[in-house]
């Protein structure tokens, strides 16, 4: 049974940093790229970073701006996402999801796997 499971997130002030970590089990976690969505109330999902299989290879949404660093622990079977400086805007649902290729791009609808999501909420 495959699960991803998302902790980190929470309540913070606009200017804050929170980091937000998605466990993975029931796949072969090296063989899948990883990204990182959110889902604001009223809004589509949209992507906000992805990571490929074995690390060496990143992208990022426009909106980051330099904010957010996806990595990931293949020992540990986990992908994190340090968030910086965060913004009132950047209040939204975050899932992370997994992806068999190597490289998992922008697209919600390509990848395989998903988690159930944590809430981030940024004050102003």
């Known amino acids: 049974q495959v699960q991803l499971v998302e902790s980190g997130g929470g309540l913070v002030q606009a200017g804050d940093s929170l980091r937000l970590s998605c466990a993975a089990s029931g796949i072969p976690f090296t063989s899948y790229s990883m990204g990182w969505f959110r889902q604001a109330p009223g809004k589509e999902r949209e992507f906000v970073a992805t990571i490929s299989s074995r690390g060496g290879r990143t992208g990022y949404a426009d909106f980051v701006e330099g904010r957010f660093a996806i990595s990931r622990e293949n020992a540990k079977n986990t992908v994190v996402l340090q968030m910086l400086s965060l913004k009132p805007e950047d209040t939204a649902v975050y899932s992370c999801?997994?992806?068999?290729?190597?490289?998992?791009?922008?697209?919600?609808?390509?990848?395989?796997?998903w988690g159930r999501g944590t809430q981030v909420t940024v004050s102003s």
């Open positions: 999801a997994a992806r068999a290729r190597y490289y998992g791009g922008s697209n919600p609808g390509e990848y395989d796997y």
